[in-house]
């Protein structure tokens, strides 16, 4: 007889009956292991096809707490830290832009407990942020990215529809391109995992802003049954200039299918 049993320090083994006494096997790292030892995760994955190359390419690719949970087999493993040790400071550097030269930027609107950012993108992937406080945030986005306009070939500003909408439309109406981001998990789910890979490659040159850098440490990985996701770990933590980062990011980085002609009706 073969079952499943969670032991009481969240690990789940797999327990085979044989004649007698049963035999308990266990696929899961061990505490004291390390996560960065891909031998030792490999003995947690005993699927032929799943490979030490694969493994280690996956602990480059994702949040340290997805990786303990669904390739070391750690159970009780939730939320967490979304970036390894060092993988921001690496980024920080002077980010320069040009005047004229195209910029995608995000606007992410929080309310009086919250903060409301500005975020922008150049095609360098140097990154400008502004943040600002209370309810009249929404006002100085606005201002900031007239501010962007004035000096930048705006291609787009992305924006979740909430607390932004009429704001937007104005923007619009001044021939600013406008876009709608609706923060679901089918859009910030892949944008998160962009926004991750693009700081631990070093492909982001971000501003030394203290409190950019704040917000960061204040993002966590939140899960789902999709993937996962950016998120705060409290209503009370500021990490609006992170989601307006993420965004503009994933649409700077957009390139969309190429039409392909299939032939004549």
């Known amino acids: ?66 990786f303990a949970q669904f390739h070391a087999c750690r159970w009780g493993i ?19 832009f040009t005047d004229g030269e195209p910029v995608w930027i995000d606007v992410d609107v929080g309310g009086e407990r919250s903060a409301s950012a500005v975020a922008w993108v150049n095609a360098g992937l140097h990154v400008g942020v502004a943040i600002f406080h209370g309810d009249g945030g929404v006002l100085e986005c606005v201002q900031q990215v007239r501010d962007l306009a004035d000096r930048y070939a705006v291609r787009e500003v992305i924006y979740d529809p909430w607390r932004f909408g009429q704001a937007a ?44 850098a704040r917000h960061a440490t204040n993002t966590i990985a939140r899960h789902s049954r999709r993937g996962w996701r950016i998120d705060k770990p409290n209503p009370r933590a500021h990490n609006d200039a992170m989601i307006a980062l993420c965004m503009a990011l994933e649409r700077a980085e957009h390139r969309p299918e190429p039409i392909e002609l299939l032939g004549w009706l």
């Open 169 to 212: 439309q104005e923007l619009e109406r001044e021939r600013i391109p406008v876009l709608q981001f609706p923060q679901t998990d089918v859009r910030m789910i892949p944008a998160s995992q962009r926004l991750h890979a693009a700081i631990v490659e070093q492909r982001l040159t971000l501003p030394d802003d203290p409190q950019l």
């Open 1 to 66: 007889m073969t079952g499943l049993v969670k032991r009481p320090d969240s690990k789940l083994l797999i327990v085979v009956e044989a004649a007698g006494d049963p035999v308990w096997l266990e696929w899961s790292l061990p505490d004291e292991a390390d996560l960065d030892d891909m031998r030792a995760v490999k003995a947690a994955n005993p699927a032929p096809w799943i490979t030490v190359a694969d493994l280690r390419r996956q602990r480059a690719a994702v949040p340290e707490a997805a």
């Open 78 to 96: 939730g939320e967490g830290s979304w970036l390894p040790a060092g993988a921001w400071q690496a980024c920080v550097g002077a980010p320069t």
